[in-house]
């Protein structure tokens, strides 16, 4: 390969990240010895931690902890592991005897630069090849840049790597990187990328900055990883800039050994674990934002992408860069809290349901494959029938019932005449002023939290009820999640609002939700169900 241009695979340290360093024995020999004698020249090997190790984790405590996953190192091959500035006692890293690592990479954000200089030159000190990693280097402005590239050279490390941390770069923000830390470093210290896929631009950006630094005559390290596995969206992937380096720089990367890679080691992470470019991701690329803020609101609030982008997008600059989930739970809560004046909408229904029982027709798939024994019942029964978050044509209505802004909206797209010649009941976190024929009420009002998924719809409605002291009730399409998405709704076009597939826990959280509120709620409420339901119990 032209001189210069070094491949650096970060499979088992950023892979940690998805799989808590969980990687198993076999697979962190394998991916280290496919990576060696694939002819990838960095193989970086996970983190040292302050904490003993746990065999078949990717978390050393010490550089020899690692010895036992070697079979044999390559000559050609430098073994590395990564140290957080503030996240090891450096006291406790013996000196370098070649035996495991090679070299460490510190890693240390903007504010803090010349403390995780200071420590790498400790490191250095010690015997190990020292590389550097500039968290978000994108937050660094020009003289700040200058600052960095100077503080680095009084050590004169192996590298310095960028990194776009919050995978926000576009490539003039690359350029304008490059340019300056080219124009500072000394000539021997080679320029690095750590790219993440948030914006669809790892790979390109991966090119772009070979392409720039070689004709700048300066060393080239880049990073990748086995299927782009990596925190958030993802990294480069090993598999293509390998081909890449291989056709236009005639590198000697052995993409057999790397598929080989790939086929034994990465199919169960990519069955059991998910990572790569998502739309919550775009969402952090989009505002610079920790990934940590991103995972919180899909975790704790299930929270689609506009409200993402406007709970995201609410936060300081300073506050997006870190997670502080007080902070991120206040704006979460100042866009949910939109209050209004519900009482007369809610009087206005108690007077149109009057006596009648109440049909609540649920998105199930029994809504599609027991319509005879639903339609029998609404023959005989005359109850006034209320749709959730979902219209199906076969149905008449009295009223639907909406809490999520997404299912609304298809709702109105997909179904125009019965989304509009139907009364609308509206919960106030998608809108808080009716038009047409709308009833808002209070989101806050409907919701009890304590749980994950503590907005379901039917809860929500139930609790609707409760407020107008409603006393009976009958439910159809309740019917609790199957293990396929297509198989637990009657329309499968119905956009997808539950993030994840653990649908045993989510059963067993809205049935714990159900049972909940038969406790709480006043005796006045009797509640059947039309079709079966995983929540009658």
Request: charged letters at 25%; one cysteine or more.
């Amino acid at each position: 390969m032209e001189k210069g241009i070094q491949l650096l695979d970060c499979t088992l340290r950023d892979g940690a990240y998805i799989v808590n360093g969980e990687f198993g024995i076999p697979a962190i020999r394998g991916i280290i010895r496919r990576m060696q004698d694939a002819n990838v020249e960095l193989v970086e090997c996970g983190w040292l931690k302050d904490f003993q190790h746990k065999v078949g984790t990717t978390f050393y405590h010490l550089p020899s902890d690692l010895e036992p996953y070697l079979s044999g190192k390559g000559s050609h091959t430098t073994y590395v592991a990564m140290i957080d500035w503030d996240r090891y006692d450096l006291e406790k890293l013996p000196y370098y005897d070649g035996k495991s690592v090679d070299a460490i990479r510190v890693v240390f954000p903007k504010d803090h630069f010349r403390e995780g200089i200071a420590l790498a030159d400790k490191i250095k000190e010690k015997g190990y090849q020292v590389y550097l990693q500039a968290a978000n280097t994108l937050g660094y402005n020009e003289e700040e840049l200058i600052a960095l590239a100077w503080e680095v050279n009084s050590i004169c490390p192996v590298a310095l790597s960028v990194v776009d941390t919050f995978g926000a770069m576009y490539g003039d923000d690359l350029e304008r990187i490059v340019t300056v830390l080219d124009g500072c470093l000394s000539p021997e210290i080679r320029l690095g990328f750590h790219s993440h896929n948030n914006q669809q631009l790892s790979f390109a950006l991966t090119m772009q900055f070979i392409e720039k630094v070689i004709k700048l005559e300066r060393g080239v390290i880049v990073d990748s990883s086995l299927c782009g596995m990596g925190r958030g969206a993802g990294n480069a992937t090993t598999e293509l800039v390998a081909n890449y380096l291989n056709r236009k720089y005639n590198g000697n990367y052995d993409m057999d050994i790397i598929m080989d890679a790939i086929d034994m080691y990465m199919g169960y992470f990519t069955e059991h674990y998910s990572w790569g470019y998502s739309i919550p991701y775009f969402i952090s690329g989009m505002y610079c934002a920790h990934v940590n803020n991103i995972a919180y609101l899909q975790k704790n609030h299930r929270t689609n992408a506009r409200a993402m982008r406007h709970v995201i997008g609410a936060l300081s600059d300073e506050d997006r860069k870190k997670y502080d989930y007080d902070v991120l739970e206040q704006k979460y809560l100042e866009y949910q809290n939109k209050t209004v004046d519900d009482e007369r909408a809610l009087k206005s229904l108690k007077e149109e349901i009057g006596d009648r029982e109440v049909l609540l027709l649920l998105p199930g798939r029994s809504l599609a494959e027991q319509e005879d024994v639903i339609k029998r019942y609404i023959e005989s029964s005359k109850p006034y029938i209320i749709g959730i978050n979902a219209v199906f044509s076969q149905y008449s209505y009295d009223a639907l019932f909406f809490s999520n802004t997404v299912r609304y909206d298809y709702a109105r797209e997909i179904y125009p005449t019965l989304f509009f010649t139907n009364q609308r009941i509206v919960a106030s976190n998608i809108k808080t002023e009716a038009v047409g024929n709308e009833l808002v009420v209070n989101f806050n009002h409907l919701v009890k939290r304590g749980w994950e998924h503590f907005d379901n719809s039917g809860m929500m409605c139930l609790r609707l009820l409760n407020k107008l002291h409603i006393c009976h009730v009958a439910m159809a399409g309740f019917d609790g999640f199957e293990d396929a998405y297509s198989e637990s709704y009657a329309d499968i076009s119905l956009p997808h609002i539950n993030p994840g597939k653990k649908w045993e826990d989510l059963n067993a959280e809205i049935r714990d939700m159900f049972q909940d509120f038969k406790k709480t709620t006043t005796d006045y409420m009797t509640i059947r169900f039309i079709t079966e339901s995983k929540y009658d119990v």
